[in-house]
């Protein structure tokens, strides 16, 4: 069947929503990832790269989109190990005419160690982490690495120990796991990146849908990296009171106990700084407004929230189940967010959660003005 995302029209396969891959075809193609792919080519026009590396491009979706789109200056890759995928790719290439699109049916990761891209897009299914190595090690310049991850269970503290084997890290399922979940991730890339000094610094990264993506510019030298990885560190979680902790470093003195009485449990290593930067996103912001895209509207309210995001402080507190232990009625976000802010405190909506909110608060603070609506 055909569609059109963007401005480009696309042979996929036919869609069986209950399957997976959702194709009879064995080729994969999900129309919901759509505003992921328009966010990616917003992403590549706002950085001008010369080299786009689409490592996982099934029906070369992106790859195709880029080219067609973007600029015909840019070399793009489509690279798929599948046979099946590369005749999706050959035929989309054809009915766009984009002449500067090469199509390499291989394990990404051989093209990867050969050559040297500018924009590297990972999209497997389940974990990037197999391709951390050769993607990084490809990376040059100020190149930027966008990774999507699906697999949640494993970074949101629902499989410990397959979090622990992929990400090297501990996860925690606590009232924020996404969150746990993306600086888990992030952790790992710097980690990885850091072995190769090489900073990976999150321009922007979020969750939706559920799956993770995160856009990474690369500073190369070890400085760049030493300070990178001074961000990395530990949250400490009182599954009692709710108080949550921050800790930076490796290998950091933690207490064992919360003020409450009760135990803390550690989530980490993960990364504790920023998950994106003002001026990207906004730069995003500005692109997406003059692009033909259905998306528009989602991404944009995306964008926006994260841009709020930036500057607060690791965590954020979900009303109801913060109102929950107080055993009171949960007031509107809008309510909350308004008195917090009468208070003095910074606080504003989080994308992670409809019902959460990020602020300098602490709980006990936080508690005293919920308690103040009753
Ligand atoms: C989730 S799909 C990619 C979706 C695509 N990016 C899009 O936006 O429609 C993952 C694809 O990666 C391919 N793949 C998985 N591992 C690979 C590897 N090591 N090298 C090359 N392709 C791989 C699979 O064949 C599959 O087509």
Redesign the pocket.
């Known amino acids: 069947m055909r569609t059109k995302e963007g401005e480009t029209e696309l042979k996929v396969p036919e869609i069986e929503e209950d399957k997976f ?1 959702p194709s009879s075809s064995g ?4 129309p919901r ?1 759509e505003s ?2 328009d966010l990616t080519i917003a992403c590549v026009k706002a950085n001008s790269p010369q080299k786009f590396f ?6 070369g ?2 790859a195709i989109r880029v080219a067609n789109e973007v600029s015909n200056d840019i070399s793009v890759f489509a ?4 046979k099946d ?1 590369i005749e999706f790719i050959e035929k989309n290439r054809e009915i766009n005419q984009v002449g500067n699109v090469k199509i390499i049916n ?4 051989i093209p990867l160690h050969k050559n040297k891209f500018d924009f590297i ?1 990972l ?3 389940g974990s990037p982490v ?2 951390l190595d050769a993607s990084i090690e490809s990376l040059i310049g100020e190149g930027i690495l966008a990774i ?1 991850a ?1 697999d949640t269970a494993p970074l949101c503290g629902s499989h410990i120990k397959a979090g622990l084997r992929r990400y090297g890290a501990r996860t925690l399922r606590t009232p924020y796991h996404k969150e746990v979940g993306l600086r888990t991730l992030l952790g790992k890339v710097i980690r990885k990146g850091a072995e190769k000094d090489k900073a990976l610094i999150p321009q922007l990264s979020y969750y939706q849908n559920h799956y993770f993506r995160a856009y990474m510019k690369n500073k190369k030298g070890a400085e760049a990296s030493d300070k990178l990885i001074e961000q990395i560190g530990v949250i400490q979680h009182c599954f009692g009171c709710g108080n949550r902790v921050i800790v930076k470093g490796y290998l950091p003195n933690l207490d064992e106990k919360c003020r409450c009485g009760k135990k803390y449990k550690n989530a980490g290593p993960l990364f504790l700084g920023e998950l994106g930067d003002k001026g990207f996103i906004k730069q995003l912001i500005e692109q997406l407004e003059k692009d033909e895209i259905k998306t528009k509207e989602e991404n944009q309210e995306l964008l926006q929230t994260r841009l709020q995001e930036v500057d607060f402080p690791p965590t954020f507190y979900d009303i109801h189940k913060a109102c929950k232990r107080l055993s009171t009625s949960a007031p509107k976000t809008k309510s909350l967010l308004k008195k917090l802010r009468e208070k003095g405190f910074r606080a504003t909506k989080t994308h992670f959660e409809p019902t959460g909110i990020k602020t300098d608060t602490s709980i006990n603070e936080l508690n005293k003005v919920i308690r103040s609506f009753n």
């Open positions: 891959p080729v994969f193609f999900n990832m992921n792919r689409d490592a996982h491009s099934a029906t979706a992106k690279c798929d190990w599948s995928a291989q394990d990404n990761r897009d999209d497997p299914f197999p391709f999507t699906t």
